[in-house]
T-cell receptor, first 115, second 111 residues
Framework: SAVISQKPSRDICQRGTSLTIQCQVD?????MFWYRQQPGQSLTLIAT?????????ESGFVIDKFPISRPNLTFSTLTVSNMSPEDSSIYLC????????????FGSGTRLTVV | QKEVEQNSGPLSVPEGAIASLNCTYS??????FFWYRQYSGKSPELIMF????GDKEDGRFTAQLNKASQYVSLLIRDSQPSDSATYLC???????????FGRGTSLIVHP
């Protein structure tokens, strides 16, 4: 199954600044997914990133706040812009484990704290 | 709105016992069901998937699916302290490729 390298693993940021999270996959994948997991909560899908097209955002998430890049089939970035303490969360990228559709693999996550 | 419900727990079981984790879902069109394990501070890890009604066994894990009653469960036999984690249920409906996750059930296996 696919292996994802995600970085940074954690960061503490000042409010009003931006942080870019990177995910590198060891194989080509059509779709990459970005999730947020707040403490004690489930995974919430932020957006789906396809190579060569605009990301598709879920309700409650907008491109100005969470711009996404997908320059090729193995790489994507998520930026958390103009951060506030409410953005403190774990951010995860995910891809299909393999072409059989048997589940999804996650990156190791980025633990973001905004102060 | 698609919903996946899990009891947040914690579910506490003694070492060697069977742990039973349950998940219900609202969308009758759901077709694919997954169980993920998430250790504290780590990302979710896929442990089981099931598509058909009935039981599916993999080592100490058994997934059970009942589409008529809209629930899926995970049984862990001979529970070990290393099984202590949060278990997330995920469901994919027909026509979609994106899973909806439950909030997870915290399992504690005590020696």
């Amino acid at each position: 199954s696919a292996v994802i390298s995600q970085k940074p693993s954690r960061d503490i940021c000042q409010r009003g600044t931006s942080l870019t999270i990177q995910c590198q996959v060891d194989s080509q994948v059509t779709m990459m997914f970005w999730y947020r997991q707040q403490p004690g909560q489930s995974l919430t899908l932020i957006a789906t990133a396809n190579q060569g097209s605009e990301a598709t955002y879920e309700s409650g998430f907008v491109i100005d706040k969470f711009p996404i890049s997908r320059p090729n089939l193995t790489f994507s970035t998520l930026t958390v812009s103009n951060m506030s303490p409410e953005d403190s969360s774990i951010y995860l990228c995910s891809v299909e484990s393999d072409s059989s559709g048997y589940g999804y693999t996650f990156g190791s996550g980025t633990r973001l704290t905004v102060v | 709105q698609k919903e996946v419900e899990q009891n947040s727990g914690p579910l506490s079981v003694p070492e060697g016992a069977i742990a039973s984790l349950n998940c219900t879902y609202s969308d009758r069109g759901s077709q694919s069901f997954f169980w993920y394990r998430q250790y504290s501070g780590k990302s979710p890890e896929l442990i089981m998937f099931i598509y058909s009604n009935g039981d599916k066994e993999d080592g100490r894990f058994t997934a059970q699916l009942n589409k008529a009653s809209q629930y899926v469960s995970l049984l862990i036999r001979d529970s070990q302290p290393s099984d202590s984690a949060t278990y997330l249920c995920a469901v994919i409906t027909g026509g979609s490729y994106i899973p909806t996750f439950g909030r997870g059930t915290s399992l504690i296996v005590h020696p």
